[in-house]
Nanobody, 115 residues
Framework: QVQLVESGGGLVQPGGSLRLSCAAS????????MGWYRQAPGMQRELVAG???????NYAHSVKGRFTISRDKTKNTVYLQMNALKPEDTAVYSC?????????WGQGTQVTVSS
């Protein structure tokens, strides 16, 4: 059984920063891909950033240059550093992992950008 647990969400003013963490635990043999998704009210869920097992990253156009995804293999943890946050970044952010050929989701963490 694999669990993904996110942390780091909260309320931040426009222009501020937050760092999200997603820790994987359980029977982990291989992590092929980890990604951060977000879903705002009334909107479809979208991929914000992803990182492969060999370190390749990809980002949604709307966050390029502001968000950075990284990982610590020793801790089976993926991070999302979010800078220059905008009100339109407000959403529930969820971590997804392709671990051992199966997909897992975290419970999600709320990010609210508001003055």
């Amino acid at each position: 059984q694999v669990q993904l647990v996110e942390s780091g969400g909260g309320l931040v003013q426009p222009g501020g920063s937050l760092r999200l963490s997603c820790a994987a635990s359980g029977s982990i043999f291989s992590i092929y891909f980890m990604g951060w998704y977000r879903q705002a009210p009334g909107m479809q869920r979208e991929l914000v950033a992803g990182i492969t097992s060999d370190g390749r990253t990809n980002y949604a156009h709307s966050v390029k240059g502001r968000f950075t995804i990284s990982r610590d293999k020793t801790k089976n943890t993926v991070y999302l550093q979010m800078n220059a946050l905008k009100p339109e970044d407000t959403a529930v952010y969820s971590c997804n992992g392709d671990i051992g050929g199966m997909y897992y989701w975290g419970q999600g963490t709320q990010v609210t950008v508001s003055s």
